[in-house]
């Protein structure tokens, strides 16, 4: 069975000259492919899911970089998660029906498999309250229903990012709406749109707090709803396993890269977290698959269930899509 990374940012702020349009024609001469491709064949990687950078704020051609890298590199690529427009300034003012008909066009296309990298916290803002963007996402998810196409959603929170000199930063309630927990209700209203919780509700904080356990109360809850495990230390991905209701069958491997920030040993378990906080943005490109292979290497669990974590699972949602 084929090894597949869901969780693939081939276009990256890392790497700043990638996200707009290139001096080449072919977007697969940028650094950030040409890194995921070299982590992906040092670990015998198949192939991936190119994701957009937050989803739904996603930067100029983002989407267009990666339909065109997907029908280049078939081999490497096994589709592409989207994002819809948003205002650079005023993200959380949207047009909701544009953004339907942006993500309906792309779903036209058979490169293109489903939504994500969504970030709730990319429309939060110190106004709105829950009902107020889950009503701006609905139209898209009536898209994503018809299309039978999964929507991936970032959980946990990730680092603030300061500009010396620019004085304070707005609030924005980015941490609040990182909690897994607001995914249970788009899971309970479209069960039939399968859901991917990348990060468990750990994303590149060495101390997590109980985001893992709402993402695993949710992904338990409700059928449609997947773990992803990019970020995830052993003993959350462990929980995922050893829980009924979730289990192998709902896991998928993932690994957030080309992600900047380390993992770090704990001197008291020997086990492996994420810190942003000793490593910020940069020119840093970490080896992820290290961790994230060996912790689902070390699974008690059998080797055709790793292979439906590794590759399995994932395939399957995405097969399923309806253009």
């Known amino acids: 069975m084929k090894k597949i990374d869901a969780h693939v940012h081939l276009t990256s702020l890392l790497f700043p000259q990638d996200i707009f349009p290139q001096p080449h024609e072919n977007p697969l001469d940028g650094d ?15 192939s991936c899911l190119a994701l957009a950078g937050m989803g739904i ?19 490497k690529i096994a589709g592409v998660m989207v994002g819809f427009s948003q205002p650079k ?32 916290s990319c429309l ?68 039939d749109v399968p859901i991917i919780i990348a990060h468990a509700g750990v994303q590149g ?3 997590f707090g109980n985001y893992s356990d709402m993402a695993i109360t949710v992904a338990a809850r409700n059928a449609n709803v997947y773990i992803e495990g990019s970020s995830v230390p052993y003993e959350v991905l462990l929980k995922c396993i050893e829980d009924p209701a979730i289990g192998p069958e709902k896991v998928i491997f993932g690994t957030d890269t080309p992600a900047f920030f ?23 490109t970490p080896d992820h698959y290290i961790v994230d292979l060996e912790n689902i290497d070390r699974l008690p669990i059998t080797a055709e269930q790793k292979d439906m974590i590794l590759g399995g699972n994932i395939q399957r949602l995405i097969d399923a899509k309806k253009e």
């Open 32 to 46: 950030c492919p040409k890194k995921a491709f070299e982590l992906m064949e040092k670990h015998g990687i198949d």
């Open 57 to 75: 704020s996603v930067l100029p051609l983002e989407n267009d970089m990666m339909i065109k890298m997907a029908e280049l590199a078939p081999d």
């Open 89 to 120: 300034e005023t993200p959380w003012m949207y047009n909701t029906k544009d953004a339907a008909d942006e993500i309906e066009n792309y779903m036209k296309n058979p490169v293109v498999k489903g939504f994500g990298e969504v970030a709730l």
């Open 124 to 191: 939060a803002h110190m106004t709105l309250d829950w009902g107020d963007i889950w009503e701006k996402l609905r139209p898209v998810f009536d898209v994503l229903a018809a299309h039978n196409a999964p929507a991936l959603f970032h959980t946990g929170g990730f680092p603030q990012f300061f500009v010396p000199g620019a004085g304070r930063v707005r609030a924005t309630r980015a941490l609040y709406y990182s909690n897994p927990i607001f995914i249970d209700d788009i899971a309970t209203e479209y069960p």
């Open 205 to 207: 904080f060495y101390s």
């Open 262 to 284: 380390q993992y770090h040993k704990s001197p008291s378990t020997g086990e492996y977290y994420p810190s942003y906080g000793k490593t910020g943005p940069g020119p840093e």
